[in-house]
């Protein structure tokens, strides 16, 4: 009788260690392969093209997989990078040039931007404090065909400049460049204001904090509004054209002006 008892304990524990086993095996995560990851072997700074002696590829944990990582060094030799990479940082697509697009101004237009220049009033502008990576608003003073009264409108908020004059890399020393031509980096869309703000009037770059996110939408400032008070609007000398019928006025207002209108620009 006590060896059966002994028999039976023996084959429960047996039982009981097997099942167990099963258990925490089938609860183990299955293990997940490294991955190949492309990293700079050297610091690489913006506008750099990028050299097989710059980048190694590295082993990276196959559970915390980076987006956008690049697995091949074959695959961005020759592109250029668009910010800073500091040494061992891994390699993203977001951090270069487009496939085939050479180096230069077109290699830092992102997939759906474009890129369009403006020239700016040295004297009431900020254009000689500007240096590529600048954040600007874009206002422009211009007179409606309703009158001769002058109005400024906030026409872009928080647009990235990209070139400064000829230059499209910041000074080494941090040095602004003394010119009036700007571009800058704008999608589709905001292209359209800026070129239809260049012809209505003069352009003013407005510098802003590249940390400061923040929008505002206020009305069109008129030269009657100066000083709380009203001023005889300034005479246009010279003979004048015949004045563009009102609806045409009253929708260049409104673009300017950043409201909605019902007309449109392209016809």
């Known amino acids: 009788m006590l060896g059966s008892l002994l028999v039976a304990f023996v084959i429960s524990a047996l039982s009981c260690w ?14 997940v392969p490294d991955l190949a990851y492309v990293i700079a072997a050297n610091p690489i700074q913006p506008g750099q093209a990028l050299k097989a002696d710059d980048l190694q590829v590295v082993n990276w944990p196959g559970d915390h997989p980076i987006e956008g990582a690049q697995a091949s060094v074959t695959a961005v030799t020759g592109r250029e990078a668009l910010f ?18 050479g180096v230069g101004l077109a290699s830092k237009i992102p997939e759906g931007m474009r890129a369009v220049t403006l020239r700016s009033d040295e004297v009431v502008g900020v254009a000689g404090f500007l240096i590529p990576g600048s954040h600007v608003d874009v206002l422009v003073t211009y007179h409606t065909p309703d009158g001769p009264d002058s109005l400024t409108a906030t026409v872009l908020q928080n647009v990235i400049v990209i070139a ?28 359209q204001r800026a070129v239809l703000a260049s012809v209505q009037g ?16 206020s009305a069109p400032a008129k030269l009657s509004q100066l000083g709380g008070r009203t001023v005889a609007p300034r005479p246009i000398p010279g003979p004048r054209t015949a004045p563009a019928p009102k609806a045409v006025g009253h929708e260049i207002e409104t673009v300017l002006a950043g409201q909605p209108h019902s007309a449109g620009l392209n016809r």
């Not at 000829?166 to 700007?182: L, Y």
């Open 84 to 101: 800073p990479l500091a040494k061992g940082e891994p390699v993203l697509e977001r951090h270069l040039s487009a496939p085939g697009s």
């Open 18 to 31: 097997i099942v167990a086993r099963r258990i925490s095996v089938a609860a183990a995560p299955a293990s």
């Open 202 to 217: 003069q352009i003013h770059f407005v510098l802003r904090s590249g940390a400061d996110q923040t929008t505002s939408s």
């Open 164 to 191: 400064v004059g000829h230059e499209i890399q910041p000074d080494p020393v941090g040095k602004p460049a003394d010119v009036t031509i700007v571009t800058l980096l704008l999608s589709p869309e905001n292209v």
